[in-house]
Nanobody, 121 residues
Framework: QVQLVESGGGLVQPGGSLTLSCATS????????IGWVRQVPGKEREGVAC????????YYENSVKGRFSFSRGDAKNTWYLQMNSLKPEDTAVYYC??????????????WGQGTQVTVSS
């Protein structure tokens, strides 16, 4: 079965950096979309970044462009979200998610358990 396991969250001061990891397993798809979605209690989920293995595109939510970088590791089943210049408004639970449709359309089929990121002084 498809599994997504996030790690790397924590507490960081404003202006600091964190790297989130997403380890995937349980599937042999060549084409899919994988993304990071964050959620603050009481608010809608927000897509942060997404990579489509079908069109080769990497997409970012406007507020994180230039600060976050989403990439695939050398071990092809691991993905990284490098977050720089973090702001208090980046505080949220970050989820790794996978879409079988293979395009970054915002609809995901599988989700990880989430990792908390807190940006505070």
């Amino acid at each position: 079965q498809v599994q997504l396991v996030e790690s790397g969250g924590g507490l960081v001061q404003p202006g600091g950096s964190l790297t989130l990891s997403c380890a995937t397993s349980g599937f042999t798809l060549d084409y899919y979309a994988i993304g990071w979605v964050r959620q603050v209690p009481g608010k809608e989920r927000e897509g942060v970044a997404c990579i489509s293995l079908s069109d080769g595109g990497t997409y970012y939510e406007n507020s994180v462009k230039g600060r976050f970088s989403f990439s695939r590791g050398d071990a092809k089943n691991t993905w990284y979200l490098q977050m720089n210049s973090l702001k208090p408004e980046d505080t949220a639970v970050y989820y790794c998610a996978l879409a079988l449709s293979s395009y970054c359309l915002g609809d995901y089929d599988y989700w990880g358990q989430g990792t908390q990121v807190t940006v505070s002084s």
